[in-house]
């Protein structure tokens, strides 16, 4: 199984030493991965609810500084060799498609060939309605969307004609190094987010999910694949959870990869039973100090037991 560590992109530690020393940890540790999220404004949430927190809020600190992710990641793929670098995730509905495409091929080319493309729909209406996009076609655009990443990306003079997007003999250059296009992780867990895999993913990549709702919504994944006439049989599954390594058990409550190491062991290896190929790291709480910690303890005291 591969493993991989969100970056600190928002509140008041990010900034450059904060990725800085998380990037060479996570190289001299062995991580696989390491993911930028992803929002362009903090906007008073009138409807919205965070799906990350109890209360549905967001942190102060982030509001008060959040990093995009292509700023981050560009950044560190001139200061890393090996890690691979990933959106977890891009909200593509609230960005112009044929832009991304651009700035994700430049980035695949500028890391060597080492970017993940994690997309997702998003739930920040507020967000949406600031910066002009309809929030209720969110899903539609976003695969649409998708369609043109993959058309650009190919090299060749590409034409669209959707309901939000129309070009002719479009062509875009550089084209992403990895062929046909860079490794694309599909954020969500609903039905349309699973469908959403089975036609346009490589990587069925959902957020704060525990084994038993892998175990769940696992069938729904190989039905929807399987009408997409692709099979299901070892098709890679990332969730993307939060990791609190500590000496004390996991209470009863909290995602079961909170507490000592021989628990959070036994967890990766119930998701590693289920067919699970990788895990994204977020960590708690959000500091340079215990982000690179967690990291050595997780090298030193979880990973040699898998």
Same mark, same amino acid.
């Given at each position: 199984?591969?493993?991989?560590?969100?970056?600190?992109?928002?509140?008041?530690?990010?900034?450059?030493? /904060?990725?800085?020393?998380?990037?060479?940890?996570?190289?001299?540790?062995?991580?696989?991965?390491?993911?930028?999220?992803?929002?362009?404004?903090?906007?008073?949430?009138?409807? @919205?609810?965070?799906?990350?927190?109890?209360?549905?809020?967001?942190?102060?600190?982030?509001?008060?500084?959040?990093?995009?992710?292509?700023?981050?990641?560009?950044?560190?793929?001139?200061?890393?060799?090996?890690?691979?670098?990933?959106?977890?995730?891009?909200?593509?509905?609230?960005?112009?498609?044929?832009?991304?495409?651009?700035?994700?091929?430049?980035?695949?080319?500028?890391?060597?060939?080492?970017?993940?493309?994690?997309?997702?729909?998003?739930?920040?209406?507020?967000?949406?309605?600031?910066?002009?996009?309809?929030?209720?076609?969110?899903?539609?655009?976003?695969?649409?969307?998708?369609?043109?990443?993959?058309?650009?990306?190919?090299?060749?003079?590409?034409?669209?004609?959707?309901?939000?997007?129309?070009?002719?003999?479009?062509?875009?250059?550089?084209?992403?190094?990895?062929?046909?296009?860079?490794?694309?992780?599909?954020?969500?867990?609903?039905?349309?987010?699973?469908?959403?895999?089975?036609?346009?993913?490589?990587?069925?990549?959902?957020?704060?999910?525990?084994?038993?709702?892998?175990?769940?919504?696992?069938?729904?994944?190989?039905?929807?694949?399987?009408?997409?006439?692709? @099979?299901?049989?070892?098709?890679?599954?990332?969730?993307?959870?939060?990791?609190?390594?500590?000496?004390?058990?996991?209470?009863?409550?909290?995602?079961?990869?909170?507490?000592?190491?021989?628990?959070?062991?036994?967890?990766?290896?119930?998701?590693?039973?289920?067919?699970?190929?990788?895990?994204?790291?977020?960590?708690?709480?959000? /500091?340079?100090?215990?982000?690179?910690?967690?990291?050595?303890?997780?090298?030193?005291?979880?990973?040699?037991?898998?």
């Amino acid at each position: 199984m591969k493993f991989g560590m969100s970056i600190i992109v928002r509140g008041d530690e990010a900034g450059p030493e /904060t990725f800085d020393a998380m990037a060479r940890t996570a190289e001299a540790t062995g991580l696989e991965a390491l993911w930028a999220s992803d929002h362009l404004l903090m906007m008073p949430m009138l409807e @919205s609810k965070y799906p990350g927190t109890a209360d549905g809020q967001m942190p102060d600190p982030w509001k008060r500084k959040y990093f995009q992710p292509f700023s981050v990641l560009n950044f560190l793929a001139g200061r890393t060799t090996r890690v691979r670098l990933g959106t977890s995730v891009l909200i593509l509905p609230m960005r112009n498609p044929l832009e991304m495409a651009a700035q994700l091929a430049e980035l695949d080319v500028v890391s060597g060939g080492r970017l993940n493309v994690g997309i997702g729909v998003g739930w920040y209406k507020e967000e949406y309605q600031a910066l002009g996009y309809d929030f209720g076609s969110r899903g539609k655009r976003c695969d649409e969307g998708l369609e043109i990443l993959k058309r650009l990306w190919s090299g060749e003079p590409a034409s669209w004609d959707g309901p939000s997007y129309r070009f002719t003999d479009a062509r875009l250059g550089p084209a992403p190094r990895q062929r046909p296009h860079p490794p694309v992780y599909i954020g969500g867990h609903t039905k349309a987010a699973i469908c959403r895999v089975a036609r346009h993913g490589d990587v069925w990549h959902p957020f704060k999910l525990n084994p038993a709702d892998v175990a769940a919504l696992l069938p729904t994944l190989k039905d929807a694949l399987a009408a997409e006439g692709r @099979s299901g049989d070892g098709f890679p599954v990332a969730p993307k959870v939060t990791l609190v390594i500590r000496d004390t058990p996991h209470q009863e409550g909290e995602p079961p990869t909170h507490g000592t190491p021989q628990q959070i062991v036994d967890t990766i290896h119930r998701f590693e039973d289920l067919g699970v190929t990788e895990l994204c790291f977020d960590i708690a709480p959000e /500091t340079c100090t215990n982000a690179v910690a967690t990291m050595e303890r997780f090298a030193d005291t979880i990973r040699p037991k898998l």
